[in-house]
T-cell receptor
Framework: EADIYQTPRYLVIGTGKKITLECSQTMGHDKMYWYQQDPGMELHLIHYSYGVNSTEKGDLSSESTVSRIRTEHFPLTLESARPSHTSQYLC??????????????FGPGTRLTVL | RKEVEQDPGPFNVPEGATVAFNCTYSNSASQSFFWYRQDCRKEPKLLMSVYSSGNEDGRFTAQLNRASQYISLLIRDSKLSDSATYLCVVVPYNQGGKLIFGQGTELSVKP
């Protein structure tokens, strides 16, 4: 089992609230990622990081922001949640050292519903 | 055109059937290929890598055709527990190991 955790698992919140989705991994992985996935649809990369103090925007534009102050922690923040942000958010990590693999390990996801 | 396209599902098959999934990718400069499995409301997990020579893992066989930019997954003697969505994944060159996911093909194995 992968040692990557996300909290909360489910979140229902009103419009305009600030929220932070937590993601932590204990595998010492350098790379971390955030994906957004709507039901029955493909995963879209919204943010990634190659290490501490490194953050990049992904392929899908997102109003969320991320930070990487510690290797093991990669939180995602929405300053003002809107119903259009309702989705599943999946965090993943991989190791820069394991170049031959490219395997990403996923957390269990956070299902966000904005009313 | 999507970078990675998969057979539209769902595939509904009886136990013991053989089922094949197809996937095409548009970026010829792609270095690695994978099949991930995603159970309903769960996170994706790596099923197997895909090599040019083809590779097998028990009842699962993956094939890659770089010339045609085509990947396949064959499941033999399907089990009820194989029911899931199968995601075709491509890793382009020089994009820092980012994974590009297909939309997935849902498989439902019935008794």
């Amino acid at each position: 089992e992968a040692d990557i955790y996300q909290t909360p698992r489910y979140l229902v919140i009103g419009t305009g609230k600030k929220i932070t989705l937590e993601c932590s991994q204990t595998m010492g992985h350098d790379k971390m990622y955030w994906y957004q996935q709507d039901p029955g649809m493909e995963l879209h990369l919204i943010h990634y990081s190659y290490g501490v103090n490194s953050t990049e925007k992904g392929d899908l534009s997102s109003e969320s922001t991320v930070s990487r102050i510690r290797t093991e922690h990669f939180p995602l923040t929405l300053e003002s949640a809107r119903p259009s942000h309702t989705s599943q958010y999946l965090c993943a990590s991989s190791s820069l050292r394991d170049r031959g693999s490219n395997e990403q390990f996923f957390g269990p996801g956070t299902r966000l519903t904005v009313l | 055109r999507k970078e990675v396209e998969q057979d539209p599902g769902p595939f509904n098959v009886p136990e013991g059937a053989t089922v094949a999934f197809n996937c095409t990718y548009s970026n010829s400069a792609s270095q690695s290929f994978f099949w991930y499995r995603q159970d309903c409301r769960k996170e994706p997990k790596l099923l197997m890598s895909v090599y040019s020579s083809g590779n097998e893992d028990g009842r699962f066989t993956a094939q890659l055709n770089r010339a045609s930019q085509y990947i396949s997954l064959l499941i033999r003697d399907s089990k009820l527990s194989d029911s899931a969505t199968y995601l075709c994944v491509v890793v382009p060159y020089n994009q820092g190991g980012k994974l590009i996911f297909g939309q997935g093909t849902e498989l439902s194995v019935k008794p």
